[in-house]
């Protein structure tokens, strides 16, 4: 009685098994109107489906469209375009028998492949400034932006945060301190500064001066109330300062 049921129940699974792996036809073969045919090769269609007297005739597949593996088609498929509208460029033309190979264009990366094909791209994204860019974007991957961290900058677009110009060490001063996106700025030392101010000073002081000079000796050679004595002065030939003392 066991012996039986395990029969039966092998007889069953092994027939299933066979429906399913051969589906009633042999390797290579399709079943078409209860016959079993052989399939045509990879870029090429099937034409004719076989007869008791005939193979199958198999045609290839036309510009564009493509098979890629043994079958009973009877169309080819068309061949994927790669739309660059989806970040998307060809990277191996459609054969009649693959399709088109897509890839990311430059400065995309690939998120979702579909038999190595990638189906659409997304732009690398870009660091913000006080970031560095930690890794660059590739075809399958985005850019992997970090903080800059303790005394250095990056506006976003460097590898690697730089270190604050030290203006102390160049002998200037600091006129703007640095922050996580932008250098320190540098101007004149202090001694350089006085100094310059200091001629600049001189140079208005002996302007306003040497104009004052030559007013105040204009009023002395015409003095306005004095000119009973200018008439005596002249008269006797005298230099004018000397009228006056
Ligand atoms: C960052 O600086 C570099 C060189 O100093 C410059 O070429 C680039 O355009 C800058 N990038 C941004 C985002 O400001």
Known sequence: MFTLKITVLITVIVSLNYELCF???????Y????QCCPM?????????????????TCVPCPEL??????????????C??????RGLSVNKACTRSSDTVCGPLKGFYCPERNKGSCTFAVKHSECSPGQYIKQAGTGSTDTVCADCEGDTYSNGSFSSCLPHTKCEALGLTETNPGTKSSDSECGNPPALAII????IVTLILITVVSVLT???????????HSGKLYSVCSEYNYEIYSCFI
Request: proline share 5%; hydrophobic share 25%.
């Open 31 to 34: 079943k078409i109107d209860r």
């Open 196 to 199: 310059i101010s200091s001629v």
């Open 214 to 224: 030559i007013i105040y000796i204009r009023k002395k050679k015409h003095p306005k």
């Open 23 to 29: 589906c009633g036809c042999a390797h290579a073969e």
């Open 80 to 85: 994927t375009m790669c739309d660059e509208n």
């Open 65 to 78: 469209t493509y098979i890629d593996e043994p079958s009973g088609f009877t169309k080819c498929f068309t």
């Open 40 to 56: 045509c090769a990879p870029g090429n269609r099937v034409l004719w489906h076989c007869t008791d007297d005939t193979s199958t």
